[in-house]
């Protein structure tokens, strides 16, 4: 059964990569040169559509890489043409390097896309399923662009203004681009200042050693609970591992103003044993739940075979268990970390002492109108790069540990 037309819905996919990579790129070149760049849509949407013409133009046995790189040289004229040599709404001769580079960039985008969607499409009447499979890659395309460009861009952003001196930032907001003429201690110095001015330091090191300690203490607590409610039988077991995550449906803004006032009472506030105290006991629960999944995925009779041999029940966790769930515990330890790291309303609410402050609530205290804003963005950076770069490294065990324990249990 016929559905649609693959060449019409090629043609309609390449215009839509089209406008989507001609406004990035004016963007782009807005953030990296300070200029107006204003994207000439219309150019970009013809230039898709004549990318996406020429590769259904030809048979699908014939769409090699010659193919596309005809495609891509296609893309370039058509872009040129449409838009009289101006495609950003500036002459080529003001920051031709940038422009060259974005233009390349952009017909080259179009030309990948084009690729990735259309290269087994058929020019005639397609059939349903085909419709479905062409409509399943451009959404995905237009997921992984939409959600690359909402993480990337405020990065670079707050990068590039961290870079910036005050007088750069006042002259030309939108001028985010890098001052090479500058030295490294120029270029830097906003971060030079904060570890020198602003006590930067402390607040990393204060912050390290909360979340060690909280992934710590939420380790002892949530290790021998997941297990009894993984292997052992008691009352009320059931209930238990059903209830877990209970303390989820309530949000912290309800907990934070009692545990305000009972903390005061208490002499707690403003320290750093009253964050080790709610910390844990928010991380805990999801702990629990994490872990006793994996450990019911374990095979019990190495288990049973540790009590046979002699080892007590605190032996088989120590030597059998735990050995046998370090991606889990790798897993649980880095989603703990990464908690009490970006935790900022219990450490807003009860911090008064910059000497204490976490690196959240020490980010905070810079956003002032006497600070100037290069500051708070680098700030903002040395908080998100440690935490980055360690969830980088261990995504691995974290995707392990999650999906743990899914399957049996």
Known sequence: MRYGNGFILGVLSGALWGLIATTLAGISI??????????????????????????????????????????????????????????????????????????????????????????????????????????????????????????????????MTSLKSQQALLLNPLDLSIDLTKSPRELLNSYIELFTQFNFGRFLLISAIVSATTVIITLLFSIPGAYAVARLRFRGRGLMSQSILLVYMVPAIVLVIPLYAVFSQLGLRNTIIGLLIVYPATTVPVALYMLQGYFRGLPPELEEAGLMDGLGRIGVIWKITLPLSLPALASVSLYVFMIAWNEFLFAFMFLDNPNIFTLPRGVVSLNSSEIPRQHLMAGAVIATVPILIIFLWFERFLVQGLTAGSVKG
């Open 30 to 159: 807005t953030l990296v040169t300070g200029l107006a760049a204003t994207p000439v849509l219309a150019a970009g949407l013809l230039a898709g559509t004549a990318s996406a013409g020429t590769v259904l133009m030809r048979p699908r046995v014939q769409r090699t890489q010659p193919a596309y790189i005809s495609a891509f040289f296609v893309t370039i004229v058509v872009f040129l043409l449409t838009s009289f040599a101006e495609p950003f709404s500036q002459s080529l001769a003001v920051a031709p390097l940038q422009q060259a580079i974005a233009i390349l960039v952009v017909c080259g985008a179009i030309t990948l896309a084009n690729a990735t969607c259309l290269h087994d499409v058929e020019a005639g009447m397609i059939k349903r399923y085909a419709v479905e499979v062409l409509l399943t890659r451009v959404f995905k395309g237009l997921g992984f662009v939409f959600f690359t460009v909402i993480v990337v861009l405020p990065f670079y952003v707050m990068i």
